[in-house]
């Protein structure tokens, strides 16, 4: 009976040591590393006035981007002034009032294709108004400040911040990236974003 109760016992303590352990891993394939790469569309060839400068590429974006109701833009001049996989992200609060901000990040392909169908119905006119640009040799970094219109001389229904990346890759300028926020009223452009320096 002894040699009973101290087998019972051995396998109590040998049962509650091991308890809640996970049993041994089986030895299994790694899985294959699959890489899938997405390859961006190639732009159009580019007008050489729109690329040859830092000022002229950012002017050709705006200019591009803006014209009456019902005027087709000129989307191959747009996609022509970004590098393959640019991005274009608009940073919002939706409703208005949420406590957050969230993004959307857009191709030029994907942001053409969405104001295509609302320059259809109504005009839209943004302009640069303040400009800082910081540069290390290929790369560039401007906060170009904006206002919008439904036309021209009208008072803006909104103002905002772009945030532009661009590289220069030797031949030519290029947009990278375009970030922006418009302007609210619990995020008021501050006074040094409304003029450029000199």
Same mark, same amino acid.
């Given at each position: 009976?002894?040699?009973?109760?101290?087998?019972?016992?051995?396998?109590?303590?040998? /049962?509650?040591?091991? +308890?809640?352990?996970? %049993? =041994?891993?089986?030895?299994? *394939?790694?899985? !294959?590393?699959?890489?899938?790469? $997405?390859?961006?569309?190639?732009?159009?060839p580019?007008?050489?006035?729109?690329?040859?400068?830092?000022?002229?590429?950012?002017?050709?974006?705006?200019?591009?981007?803006?014209?009456?109701?019902?005027?087709?833009?000129?989307?191959?001049?747009?996609?022509?002034? /970004?590098?393959?996989? +640019?991005?274009?992200? %608009? =940073?919002?609060?939706?409703? *208005?009032?949420? !406590?957050?901000?969230?993004?959307? $990040?857009?191709?030029?392909?994907?942001?053409?294709?969405?104001?295509q169908?609302?320059?259809?119905?109504q005009?839209?006119?943004?302009?640069e108004?303040?400009?800082?640009?910081?540069?290390?040799?290929?790369?560039?970094?401007?906060?170009?400040?904006?206002?919008?219109?439904?036309?021209?001389?009208?008072?803006?229904?909104?103002?905002?911040?772009?945030?532009?990346?661009?590289?220069n890759?030797?031949?030519?300028?290029?947009?990278?990236?375009?970030?922006?926020?418009?302007?609210?009223?619990?995020?008021?452009?501050?006074?040094?974003?409304?003029?450029?320096?000199?």
């Open positions: 009976m002894k040699n009973l109760v101290a087998v019972l016992l051995f396998s109590s303590i040998a /049962f509650a040591q091991t +308890a809640g352990q996970a %049993p =041994a891993a089986q030895e299994r *394939p790694a899985p !294959p590393q699959v890489q899938v790469t $997405v390859a961006p569309t190639e732009p159009p580019a007008n050489p006035a729109d690329v040859k400068s830092l000022d002229a590429i950012m002017h050709a974006v705006y200019d591009v981007i803006s014209g009456p109701a019902g005027q087709n833009r000129d989307w191959n001049r747009f996609r022509s002034l /970004f590098i393959p996989g +640019a991005r274009l992200i %608009p =940073a919002f609060k939706r409703p *208005p009032d949420a !406590p957050a901000f969230s993004t959307r $990040v857009l191709s030029p392909e994907e942001f053409a294709a969405n104001n169908r609302a320059v259809q119905t005009g839209f006119y943004e302009n108004i303040a400009r800082r640009v910081e540069q290390y040799g290929a790369i560039a970094h401007v906060f170009s400040t904006y206002e919008s219109r439904r036309a021209p001389g009208e008072a803006p229904f909104v103002r905002g911040i772009n945030s532009f990346q661009l590289l890759d030797g031949q030519r300028w290029w947009v990278v990236t375009i970030y922006w926020q418009g302007e609210t009223k619990d995020s008021p452009i501050p006074a040094e974003f409304l003029k450029s320096p000199k």
